[in-house]
């Protein structure tokens, strides 16, 4: 509070462009703050308003906050939106809702739970939209039993035929195990829309019953791609390689149009089965019809042709690509250190860089397997410790197995460096012992 006071009507006038408008002298009431919000440009532009809502005595009108609060989660200030929260004197269920949230899609739901304990300590009524936020939250955290605990006083508010928190529910069921809670729920249902049954269907797939998912699936009179999707999805995280393309056949022949999470899948299925073939069809559907070689789809592919080995391919879609994330760039790097061209792979790593795409411990992985690859003992060694020193990362095993195969290749060479010595005396116990038998 006292932060926000801190600032002086001239930073307000004259420092920021955003509030330096003719609105700023005229009467400030809601509605020249709601033309401030809506411009707003980022979290500091936000602080700014919010400390004129303030001084305006705004801070407690709920439309105001709630537009704080959105802002502030668009943002992922949460700390900001508590305090923005906690201005208000008697806040609205709504306003609550909001809150609760805010704080689940941030990361932070136990505290999404207890902000929910303390709305219900206070006396506060939840609607039927508190009840799916705060099952989300419970999700997210894996509390089933706090989950129950929703869940029956949801049934005491009248809330339990709502659909929004019957598939809600059923999802936390399914998440945290409980594969008789979820389908107690589905079975409870008296309408079930298509997310209900294809919640379901996920939910028994995660849980190994392929067939009873296969059940559910054919009972449903409508399906939508999602619904689909899950079935393939479900095959091919099982093993099922040849049912997942069966039905993909089938699908089509429904004039049901796949989207990127469909092909992904499929892609993922010609990596297991190895066939090179599969792929190119897939790739070949994906170009006629119209896919664009997004993030998703184009790293699918990287992994699928490097693992069929068609290295070359994997280059010409990595090369294609405009827009690349890390997951695109560990795949490339990973895809060539493991077949032996270490150096473009090294090469393609200083490109990451220069790209100001931060490296993890993944990425480290496919470099130190180029070292291998090119039995460079002192280029190993010196990106391992970069990677320590300039990124901070923590070393894994897969870092600790590559340095092995290059401490073995020094020592053929009679190239063992104390420093080398050094990092290996780091080893945990378990590849110590591995170390132990070279």
Known sequence: MVVCLSYTPDLLTHKTPLLNSSITRLKFGYQEALVLLRKCRNFGQLKLIHAKIIRHGLSNDQLLVRKLLHLCSFYGKTDHALLVFSQIQCPHVFTWNLMIRALTINGSSQQAVLLYNLMICNG?????????FVIKACIASLAIEKGKEVHGLAVKAGFSRDMFVQNTL?????KCGDVGGGRMVFDKMRVRSV???TTMISGLAASGDLDAARRVF?????RNVVSWTAMINAYVRNERAQEAFELFQRMLLDNVRPNEFTLVS???ACTELRSLKLGNWIHDFALKNGFVLGVYLGTALIDMYSKCGSLEDARKVFDKMEIKNLATWNSMITSLGVHGHGEEALALFAQMENANVQPDAITFVGVLCACVHENNVNEGYSYFRYMREHYGISPIEEHYTCLIELYNCAKMKDEVSEELNTILEDLNERTAVELLRF
């Open 170 to 174: 059923m999802n936390l069921y399914f």
């Open 124 to 132: 506060f009524r939840p609607d039927k939209f508190t009840f799916p």
């Open 218 to 222: 054919e009972q449903m009179q409508t």
């Open 195 to 197: 997310v209900s049954w």
């Open 266 to 268: 499929l892609l993922q």
